[in-house]
């Protein structure tokens, strides 16, 4: 199985999963985030996946500058990243196109 099917995958269960828990939810998505890092072990578990969240960002731009592409690409999923931290790396991973690096030296990838 490849990159691209697995990415679909996570992404729509991921996203269901999330329509689904968000139309029940008793609170705003900023209430929810507020009480997640009003205590020491969940705000762990939050800055741990934010640090993760920055990282995909950070391989995400590189890669869309690599092909050659601008800043406007990178923004929506910069944005999906930010709020929904794992869709938008499951997002660009699903349509990341398979051409090869636009004018990359090996070390530079």
Do not use: C
Request: hydrophobic share 55%.
């Amino acid at each position: 199985m490849n990159i691209r099917v697995v990415s679909v995958i996570l992404l729509v269960g991921f996203t269901g999963f999330t329509v689904f828990t968000m139309s029940i939810a008793q609170q705003s998505l900023l209430s929810f985030g507020y009480e997640l890092v009003s205590s020491p072990d969940t705000a762990q578990v939050v800055m741990d996946l934010y640090i993760m969240a920055v990282l995909a960002l950070v391989w995400m731009y590189d890669d869309i500058k690599a092909r050659g592409k601008t800043l406007k690409h990178w923004l929506p999923y910069a944005a999906l990243t930010l709020v929904f931290v794992s869709m938008g790396p499951l997002l660009y991973l699903a349509l990341k196109p398979k051409q090869n690096l636009v004018n990359a030296a090996p070390a530079d990838r």
